[in-house]
């Protein structure tokens, strides 16, 4: 385990992410939703945006602690992360959600607990494979700042 203080995003780039993820999310997920459940685009579009706003709080504190706590384990940073940590990561942000999303889905919705569970899963699944290839790319793209090291000049 290491004992150094993990590199973490700033909060400006958080917020970055967070906001490019749920955005993105939200294009991609609400169509295929409103086709499979039935439910309108309006009144899907308005709980799926409700959802998101809950998940973008979620996602940040998930993110932030997952990081910290990965770094204090590996030593490495988000953007260094490797696959089978990734998959942790994705599956760990859907299965917190999916705790608070399900009751949202069924008031939202009037759908049987069933068919909210099903529907929730079906979001979850669509949200882990988008927060995967969402994170690999982010972390390519906006990969986190490190402090320079001084330049030793020879005499």
Known sequence: ???AKPLLRSLPDRIRQVALFEVGGLLLITPPF????????VE????????????????????TAFDWVEGRLTG?????RLMRWRV????????????????IIVAWTEMSWLE??????????AYTAY??????????LFPIARPSLPCLAPD
């Open 76 to 80: 490495r940073t988000a953007d260094l």
């Open 44 to 63: 899907s579009f308005t709980l799926l945006a409700t959802i998101a706003l809950i998940a973008a709080l979620w996602n940040t504190g998930y993110n």
């Open 34 to 41: 409103v086709w499979l459940s039935g439910v309108g685009m």
């Open 88 to 103: 942790v990561h994705a599956v760990g942000f859907e299965a917190g959600l999916l705790l608070v999303s399900l009751p």
């Open 1 to 3: 385990m290491s004992a």
């Open 131 to 140: 927060a995967f290839g969402f994170n690999l790319v982010y972390d390519r």
């Open 116 to 125: 909210a569970l099903l529907a929730d899963l079906g979001l979850a699944l």
